[in-house]
């Protein structure tokens, strides 16, 4: 049975930090442990329309990124979109703009956490960190992160949230939490799933532009172990009201308690 290959909730409850720690290079896209979604994702990516968004003033550093990933799969160079197909992860290149802000000046957005990719593109990082708990300081401390970084380095971070269902194409969360305040108790093991954020950033050393990648990870809380369940319990159970209202819980609330009970 499919499990997460990282579990973050070992850490505690989830944490509005930067939390980028630097790995190896060799270790940035592959073995990509997502695979499997690479043809779900090709369905996607053959509507551009729906997932990639890019600034013309984006467009060389763009190239950079696809060419930069496509080089690390071993493939020919191609744009953005071709690149996306190489890797489950999704691609985000970070721009500066004429004021010195982080900008999103492309993107290929295949499996958002609860949010467009009309509602990343063109925003600068205060606006995207807006909604997250004190994420005005946490829109600084990155910025600081995108402006130190060097060319060569990847830095990795995870995230994880709880979601009812297997949905990887989740630009909204409503539809996920009206179906779960809709559903029984007795759904609760089978749909109430773990969903984990590998994210990356590297920079592009010719254009200056920082590259974030979003690898996402799913799995039912009944492929988990009694030892992680535990974890998983004890994370959830350890978040604050404001994290818990940012991340939606609520519509969880019974379904976790369902999971969690023996725990």
């Given amino acids: 049975m499919n499990r997460p290959p990282h579990a973050p909730w070992r850490a505690g409850a989830p944490r509005f930090n930067v939390g980028l720690q630097p790995i190896d290079p060799a270790s940035w896209l592959f073995p990509d442990s997502e695979a499997h979604v690479l043809g779900w994702k090709a369905g996607l990516l053959a509507r551009p329309e729906d997932v990639l968004r890019q600034a013309p ?63 990343a593109f063109g925003r600068d990082l205060t606006a995207l960190h807006g909604p997250v708990p004190e994420g005005e300081a946490l829109a600084g401390r990155i910025a600081r992160v995108f402006d130190a970084v060097r060319p060569g380095q990847v830095l990795e971070r995870f995230n994880w949230t709880l979601q009812w269902g297997p949905e990887r194409f989740t630009p909204d969360a409503a539809p996920l939490r009206a179906a779960a305040q809709a559903a029984a108790v007795s ?3 089978d749909h109430l799933h773990v969903r984990v954020e590998r994210q990356t950033i590297i920079r592009l050393p010719e254009t200056g532009a920082v590259l974030f990648t979003i690898r996402v990870c799913l799995a039912p809380a009944r492929a988990l172990a009694a030892d992680e369940i535990a974890a998983l319990a ?9 994290g818990r209202a940012y991340k939606g819980w609520a519509a ?11 725990v």
Avoid at 234 to 242: D, E, I, K, N, S
Avoid at 256 to 261: D, E, N, W
């Fill in 252 to 262: 969880l609330e019974r379904h976790a308690q369902a999971v969690f009970a023996d």
């Fill in 187 to 189: 759904q609760a093991r």
């Fill in 234 to 242: 004890a994370a959830w159970r350890g978040l604050g009201a404001q």
């Fill in 57 to 119: 003033a984006a467009q060389a550093a763009s190239d950079e990124a696809a060419a930069l990933v496509c080089a690390e799969a071993g493939a020919p160079k191609g744009d953005l979109i071709a690149a996306a197909h190489l890797v489950s992860d999704d691609l985000v290149v970070m721009t500066r703009g004429d004021d010195g802000r982080w900008l999103t000046g492309a993107i290929v957005l295949s499996a958002p956490t609860f949010f467009s990719v009309d509602h």
